[in-house]
Each structure stands twice: as C-alpha cells, then as structure tokens.
C-alpha cells in the first residue's frame, strides 16, 4: 500500500530557529513530491520536487529529495510567528493525477 | 487569479439528513478532487473526477457519492449523514499531467450531530 509519513507530527520553536521537517514514503510509480502550506484555511502550494539531490529555494524556505532514500526535507530558517501553519507532503504517481498525502506536521512559532 | 470556491464554510446537520457541498473552480481545470481533512490522518481522497460526469474512487469513499454535470462544478453528497462524517472537507482542482497546479478551496468545517 502507498503511503506517505511526516515528522515531527508537532513542533514548537521560537522566532529565529531553524526548523526541519521531514517526509518519507513507499510508493510504487514515484513521480513528484510536493510541499504544501496550510494556515487557517486552503493549502497552498510551496515546491515539487522530481530529482534528487537538487534543491528547490524560496526566500528562507527550501527543500530537497532523495529518492534512494525515499525522503525529502523542508528547512525553514529564522522563522517567523507568519510560518506557523501545517505543513503537508504529498507525492504523485504516474500514470494518475491523484495525490497521496502525508499526516502533515503542526509549526507553531512563538515570539 | 485561481478560485476554487465551496458552498459553505461551516455547516451543522443532524444525522440522517442529506448534505449537498459545493465546489466550483473558475480556471477551466479538468480535474477536481474531493478531500476530507482529519487531526492525525492527514488529507484522504473521498472521490476525484477526470472530467464531466467521469468520477473516480478515491482511498475512503463510503458514505459518499458526487456529481459533476459541468466542468467547472464537483458537488460531494453524503447520502445521509453520520456523526463520524464529522470533518474538514477541501475541494481542489487542477490540470490534467501537472500535479503542481492542484488549488485548494477554503474547506467547508460540517458538524453533524
């Protein structure tokens, strides 16, 4: 069965850390991972990544994947109360337009 | 600017009773996805549809039935509803092939009591 793991499910940290979030998965037919942000309301879209070892930047986030390991990470550093969300991973298969999420993982950043 | 919009934002019905959600999109996807969000279990696919009146099962579709009469509309219903359909439901669409485009609506929180 395909299935997508995230970790920490929680993590707690104030301004100015740097935090790293991870995502594992067993799929067959890998295709893509993709990063997903969520505040309050719709999950918006961050990067997606489809080669190893290349990693995908914007501003004080970035990302990158290993697919011999079968992993991806998200650093966020000097955090911002404004990164406070969650935080999905999902992956795509071929031949399928479907998306197989993770659990996410809760950020919450204190001042 | 990408809109996907849902009917409702919150809802409250009892059990039993029929529930009509909404989705529309505005950006002529052929794609649309009907998710349900749980603490601790992530987002899982209830039904996808590829095109009009084409519909796919998703990972937990019981309970559920959609319909999608026009390109741009993908409705979820829950024939008669339980309280442990209790959640948060998120439409999302996207471009057939590009996965990176999938939007997300702003969910729809039902309590059924």
């Known amino acids: 069965e395909d299935k997508v793991v995230q970790s920490p499910l929680s993590l707690v940290v104030h301004e100015g850390d740097t935090v790293t979030l991870n995502c594992s998965y067993e799929?067959?037919?890998?295709?893509?991972l993709l990063w997903y942000k969520q505040e309050k309301k719709a999950p918006t879209f961050l990067f997606m990544l489809t080669s190893s070892g290349i990693e995908k930047k914007s501003g004080r986030l970035s990302s990158i994947l290993d697919k011999k390991e079968l992993f991806s990470i998200l650093n966020i550093t000097a955090t911002q109360t404004g990164d406070s969300a969650i935080y999905l991973c999902?992956?795509?298969?071929?031949?399928?337009?479907?998306?197989?999420f993770g659990t996410g993982t809760r950020l919450q950043v204190f001042p | 600017d990408v809109k996907v919009t849902q009917s409702s934002r919150y809802l409250v019905k009892r059990t039993g009773e029929k529930v009509f959600l909404e989705c529309v999109q505005d950006m002529d996807h052929e794609n649309m996805f009907w998710y349900r969000q749980d603490p601790g279990l992530g987002l899982r696919l209830i039904y996808f549809s590829y095109d009009v009146k084409m519909k796919e099962k998703g990972d937990i579709p019981e309970g559920y039935s959609v319909s999608r009469e026009k390109k741009e509309r993908f409705s979820l219903i829950l024939e008669s509803a339980s309280t442990n359909q209790t959640s948060m439901y998120l439409c999302a669409s996207s471009w057939q092939g590009r996965a990176e485009t999938q939007y997300f609506g702003p969910g729809t929180r039902l309590l059924v009591l």
């Open positions: 999902a992956v795509e298969l071929y031949n399928t337009d479907k998306l197989i």
């Open positions: 799929v067959t037919n890998f295709r893509s």
